[in-house]
T-cell receptor, first 114, second 112 residues
Framework: ETGVTQSPTHLIKTRGQQVTLRCSSQSGHNTVSWYQQALGQGPQFIFQYYREEENGRGNFPPRFSGLQFPNYSSELNVNALELDDSALYLC?????????????FGPGTRLLVL | EDQVTQSPEALRLQEGESSSLNCSYTVSGLRGLFWYRQDPGKGPEFLFTLYSAGEEKEKERLKATLTKKESFLHITAPKPEDSATYLCAVELRDTGRRALTFGSGTRLQVQP
């Protein structure tokens, strides 16, 4: 067990709706990253938060946004859902300490957009 | 463009039949290379981090090695419980963020 939890486990939405996914990081981890994993593909980096500030973003449009809170929890918000947003969404937490650190992943949220 | 390529895409082994999975990378600067295991419908599970060419790490039946252009995950005498998708990822040097760039994975099936 990594100590990283995500909710909900599964979600069904329709095109155009908005969704909020939640993640609780491992205690003491100050960095959280979000990834999108399409079926049969490796995870793709969406963005990262370090001490509640966005610390880098992948090739995703602005309708993907996030928040990180002081209690080690974070959110991924997606507006105006599209069919291609159907995927497994993963959060990963790590402790930034100036060297390579390991990202520990949660179980993911499976999102289906109809 | 930074790229991570894994091969083969899928591999079927008999129990006890050793083999290797390959991860080749073309990146501007490598800070670290990671191996993860992922079971269906679950999040990736951390296995190894490699930092520099020549480094090797072992865990049970798995051994990971790193050269300047690729990494290998050697599986010795695999068991059916080793069946999973194995993902390779790199973290790039000279970026402020700690983003991982993943390959598409190798789906390993070990038959009894």
């Amino acid at each position: 067990e990594t100590g990283v939890t995500q909710s909900p486990t599964h979600l069904i939405k329709t095109r155009g709706q908005q969704v909020t996914l939640r993640c609780s990081s491992q205690s003491g981890h100050n960095t959280v990253s979000w990834y999108q994993q399409a079926l049969g593909q490796g995870p793709q980096f969406i963005f990262q938060y370090y001490r509640e500030e966005e610390n880098g973003r992948g090739n995703f449009p602005p309708r993907f946004s996030g928040l990180q809170f002081p209690n080690y929890s974070s959110e991924l918000n997606v507006n105006a859902l599209e069919l291609d947003d159907s995927a497994l969404y993963l959060c990963a937490s790590s402790f930034e300490q100036g060297v390579v650190e390991t990202q520990y992943f949660g179980p993911g949220t499976r999102l289906l957009v109809l | 463009e930074d790229q991570v390529t894994q091969s083969p895409e899928a591999l079927r082994l008999q129990e006890g039949e050793s083999s290797s999975l390959n991860c080749s990378y073309t990146v501007s600067g490598l800070r670290g290379l990671f191996w993860y295991r992922q079971d269906p419908g679950k999040g990736p599970e951390f296995l190894f981090t490699l930092y520099s060419a020549g480094e090797e790490k072992e865990k049970e039946r798995l051994k990971a090695t790193l050269t300047k252009k690729e990494s290998f995950l050697h599986i010795t005498a695999p068991k059916p419980e080793d069946s999973a998708t194995y993902l390779c990822a790199v973290e790039l040097r000279d970026t402020g963020r700690r983003a991982l760039t993943f390959g598409s994975g190798t789906r390993l099936q070990v038959q009894p």
